[in-house]
């Protein structure tokens, strides 16, 4: 027998009513294990490597696109792994696409120098189509060396 469901006093819904009104809710997964393309829970892991141009203490703009999104909500991360010693590193997503909540801007400096992670803004992206992720970086230094950004996003709905 189906299992009933009481929403309010004396009305009785049983479980086969209730999944043949609600199945148009998306399915998916909420145990953090990734989740089938489409469905709550998907991840994706999207990367662009490139090279950091010797600037001699000026900033210099590399332009790089890791890939898109598909429609849906998004939780969205990026870093930027700088594998050079540099006086500065800096990244932001530009343009911004349309339902993204952040610009993901992300700044690392030092007057002596360092080498490591530039940790970008979360954002939440509501996309009613697919988007592309443009990244503008801008590096400061005097030697020449590499860097690889990395965006991950799981699917919220």
Not at 21 to 49: H, R, W
Not at 50 to 62: D, E, F, K, R, Y
Not at 86 to 103: E, H, I, K
């Amino acid at each position: 027998m189906p299992v009933p469901y009481i929403f309010t006093p004396g009305t009785v819904i049983y479980s086969a009513q209730v999944n043949a009104n609600f199945n148009y809710l998306t399915t998916g997964v909420v145990n953090g294990s990734d989740a089938p393309v489409g469905q709550v829970g998907e991840y994706i892991k999207l990367t662009a490597t490139g090279s950091i141009p010797n600037t001699s203490g000026t900033w210099q703009l590399v332009n790089v696109n890791p890939g898109s999104l598909q429609a849906g909500d998004w939780d969205v991360t990026a870093t930027l792994n700088v594998n050079q010693f540099v006086l500065g590193a800096s990244m932001q997503l530009s343009p911004v696409p349309p339902g993204f909540t952040t610009g993901m801007n992300g700044l690392l400096t030092s007057a002596a120098g360092l080498e490591g992670w530039v940790v970008a803004m979360p954002a939440r992206a509501i996309l009613a189509g697919p988007a592309s992720l443009p990244f503008a970086l801008t590096f400061d230094s005097n030697a020449a060396g590499s860097f690889e950004l990395i965006v991950q996003a799981r699917r919220a709905r």
